[in-house]
């Protein structure tokens, strides 16, 4: 028999109801509790109501409720709130509700993945657009900006090819990740330009690399053309594809390709015609328009039709003048007035007027005074000076003027100067080798043999460093041939001056046939026979003085 102690302290300490069988399992009092509130307390309520209205109307209704409540479904008794339908939809289907809310959290956690990954994704891309941009920016300014900024400064030669050839780099890198980016396409078309001019631009200080400023000048060429192929009706992309074919037909006149350049030269008047018939009152279309001009007549004059040459000097000198009057402070209309005008002396020179020659080359002459003593550290102006004494010079001596050689002297102090502070420049060398040959004809012309041998040495040398440093140019290669004509007729003439000593004459007429047979190999090399033409009777003239000084020697023997 258990003690009343014993059985207070097991009905205290058990957790199990009174009214639960004892025989099953035990449930625990406070889940018992939390079952009965609820639907069950709200059916008992119900079934007690006072009022028969507020009651079950049968047992059958009651019954029913009851059997709802066990099978979870809402009951009559519970009033059917949206949580309250919610609740029992959850009960019924336990196991589908946890495993959809199971979903929607993986759902949720990875659509944030997702979002933070697609985040610093779109940081990465931010950061790299940025350094994209900033990298495009240091090298434009390196090729626009820096470059610009010494073009013209004494001794600037291999400094503007280095920045170039850096901004270039930079440029190439990015170029293989926006291929179809106009923008960027047509700042590579501009690299690629710049650093044609600097390697061999035939009318500005070069390195003398012909063949790498070819290639660059094609490279800009194929960008610009497919530009313009795509965007047929953009002014300033067709502007730029004709600069890239005037670049091309530059380079193929150095190579000797002097028809081939002629064609190009064609290609771009027939552009810039169209852009100023678009746009007749555009400035800038003007100006090139007038330099297309220019440029084809030079060509014609390489091709030897003067008249043509002539004419078209003639149209683009009178746009340059209007230019000039309508933008005075305008510096570069101004220089190509001068320059077109010492052209037309030129083709008039060529005629036998010397008269209008000479008129056309001093009133340029006093155009780049001006200008150059208006800015005296630029090169190009100054280049442009030498140039212009050089023609006024020619024109002097021929007309018998003793101010003649005083202009041809001023030419060489000049080109000489600009030598001394830029010695890569390759392109003054070209300048020089002609002045000084000018000068020595002009004192061969006045029986000075000694101090005509020392102009012609001069442009020698001046014309072998610019021939040595660029093996394809084939103007380069012609100069050089030209002016060993020029010294071994000199040395032919002294040694067959009868107050030169005997002793001295073998010597003379051995360097007269060295210099001939050199002149003679460059017209006859078989190589340069496809890329220049000899000048009528050049061939002829060197082969009878080979043989003039072949017979001086074997008398002397």
Excluded: C
Excluded at 5 to 15: H, I, L, R
Excluded at 26 to 49: C, H, T, Y
Excluded at 147 to 175: E, M, N, W
């Amino acid at each position: 028999m258990t003690s009343p102690a014993q059985g207070e302290t097991a009905s205290t300490n058990s957790d199990v109801s009174p009214a639960a069988p004892r025989s099953g399992p035990s449930v625990p009092l406070a889940k018992l509790r939390q079952e009965l509130r609820g639907d069950l307390d709200n059916i008992v309520l119900m079934a007690l109501r006072k009022e028969p209205q507020h009651r079950y109307a049968s047992v059958e209704q009651f019954a029913t409720d009851i059997q709802r409540h066990l099978d979870n479904l809402p009951v009559i008794a519970t009033k059917g709130t949206a949580r309250y339908r919610a609740s029992k939809f959850i009960r019924r289907h336990k196991t589908g509700v946890l495993a959809a809310l199971s979903l929607a959290v993986a759902l949720v956690a990875g659509l944030a993945a997702t979002l933070y990954e697609a985040r610093i994704a779109r940081f990465q891309e931010l950061r790299a657009e940025r350094r994209f941009n900033d990298v495009r920016k240091l090298a434009h300014s390196m090729m626009f900006e820096i470059h610009d900024s010494i073009r013209d400064l004494p001794g600037s030669t291999a400094a503007r090819k280095l920045l170039v050839d850096r901004a270039l780099q930079y440029l190439d890198s990015l170029s293989t990740e926006s291929v179809n980016d106009p923008s960027l396409l047509r700042e590579l078309a501009f690299a690629y330009e710049r650093v044609g001019d600097v390697q061999g631009y035939f009318y500005n200080s070069n390195l003398g690399d012909t063949a790498g400023a070819m290639k660059s000048y094609q490279k800009a060429l194929a960008i610009r053309e497919t530009l313009a192929r795509n965007n047929p009706n953009d002014p300033s992309i067709q502007s730029e594809l004709a600069a890239s074919l005037g670049k091309v037909a530059d380079a193929l006149y150095s190579i000797g390709d002097k028809s081939g350049s002629t064609e190009k030269n064609r290609q771009v008047l027939a552009i810039r015609q169209a852009l100023v018939a678009a746009d007749p009152s555009s400035e800038n279309a003007r100006w090139y328009l007038a330099s297309a001009q220019v440029a084809l007549g030079d060509s014609l004059v390489d091709i030897s039709d003067w008249t043509a040459a002539a004419q078209e000097y003639k149209e683009g000198l009178s746009v340059y003048e209007q230019l000039s009057a309508e933008h005075a402070a305008t510096m570069r209309y101004h220089r190509m007035v001068a320059i077109t005008r010492n052209k037309l002396g030129f083709v008039s020179e060529h005629d036998g007027d010397l008269k209008s020659a000479a008129r056309q080359y001093h009133q340029g002459l006093q155009i780049f005074q001006q200008l150059f003593a208006s800015d005296p550290t630029n090169t190009l102006l100054q280049r442009n000076l030498a140039l212009a004494y050089l023609n006024t010079g020619d024109v002097g001596v021929a007309t018998g003027d003793p101010h003649g050689i005083l202009d041809l002297l001023e030419a060489a102090r000049l080109a000489d100067a600009i030598s001394a502070k830029d010695p890569s420049n390759r392109r003054i060398d070209r300048d020089i080798s002609m002045i000084y040959a000018h000068l020595g004809d002009a004192e061969k012309k006045k029986g000075k043999t000694s101090l005509a041998l020392q102009y012609y040495s001069r442009g020698v040398e001046a014309a072998l460093r610019r021939a040595a440093s660029d093996p394809e140019n084939v103007d380069a290669a012609e100069s050089l041939a030209d002016r060993y004509q020029s010294l071994g007729g000199l040395y032919a003439i002294m040694a067959a001056d009868h107050k030169t000593p005997a002793s001295r004459r073998h010597q003379l007429w051995q360097q007269a046939r060295s210099d001939f047979q050199k002149a003679l190999s460059f017209w006859l090399d078989p190589n340069r026979a496809r890329q220049t033409t000899a000048p009528p009777g050049m061939i002829e003239d060197l082969q009878r003085s080979l043989r003039q000084a072949d017979a001086a020697l074997a008398a002397a023997r």
